[in-house]
C-alpha cells in the first residue's frame, strides 16, 4: 500500500512539471484574466491579438471580415520599458494570402497591459488565460502553509504545556 501511494505521489509531482505542448493556446481548463505581468512574452498576448485580429482589426479593410483573418505566426516581441511590439503574419483566407503586421501595447500606471488602435480609441484591457489551477495555487497554496504552521505551533505548545505539567506533577 505505501509502495502504491508513492508511486501515486510522485505521478502527481511529475505531471504538475509536465505541460503538454499542443496547449499553448487553448482556453480550456483556462480563466481569463487581466494581463498584469511586468515580464511578457508573446504567449501572453497572443490570446488577445488572435481574437483582436479575427474579430475586429481588419473591419475597415474589407468585407466581409467574418471568419477571414487568422494570425498565421508570431514572428516576435520587442520590449521598451512600458512599450511592447508584436510583430506577427496574418493569414486572409480569401485568397489564402499573407500579410506582415504587428500591434503595439502599453502597460498602464496600475500594472495592466493596453492595446489602443487608434489615438482617439478607448484604450482596451488585454487578457491573457492561466491555468485554473495556478490560481487556485496563486490564493489556496499560502493559505493551506499559513494553517499549516499554524497546527504545528498549536501542537508543539500543547505537547510543551503536556512536559510542564508531568514535570510539575
Known amino acids: 500500500m505505501k509502495r502504491l ?16 505542448p499542443g496547449s499553448a493556446h487553448s482556453t480550456k481548463g483556462r480563466e481569463k484574466v487581466a494581463l498584469a505581468k511586468e515580464e511578457i512574452t508573446v504567449d501572453d498576448l497572443a490570446y488577445f491579438i488572435e481574437s483582436y485580429v479575427h474579430r475586429h482589426k481588419y473591419r475597415d479593410l474589407a468585407e466581409p471580415t467574418a471568419n477571414r483573418f487568422y494570425v498565421k505566426d508570431f ?14 503574419e496574418v493569414l486572409d483566407t480569401n ?25 482617439d480609441e478607448k484604450r482596451q ?10 490560481l487556485f495555487q496563486k490564493l489556496w497554496v499560502p493559505l493551506c502553509g499559513g494553517g499549516a504552521m499554524l497546527g504545528i505551533g498549536g501542537l508543539a505548545a500543547l505537547r510543551l504545556r503536556k512536559k510542564r505539567r508531568e514535570a510539575e506533577g
Open 75 to 88: 514572428k516576435g516581441l520587442v520590449r521598451e520599458g512600458a512599450r511592447a511590439t508584436v510583430a506577427f
Open 95 to 119: 485568397g489564402n494570402k499573407t500579410f506582415a503586421d504587428s500591434m503595439a501595447f502599453m502597460r498602464g500606471h496600475d500594472g495592466i497591459w493596453y492595446y489602443r488602435a487608434d489615438p
Open 125 to 134: 484591457e488585454v487578457y491573457t488565460f492561466v491555468p485554473k489551477a495556478g
Open 5 to 20: 501511494l508513492g508511486i501515486a505521489a510522485v505521478a502527481l509531482l511529475l505531471s504538475c512539471f509536465l505541460a503538454a
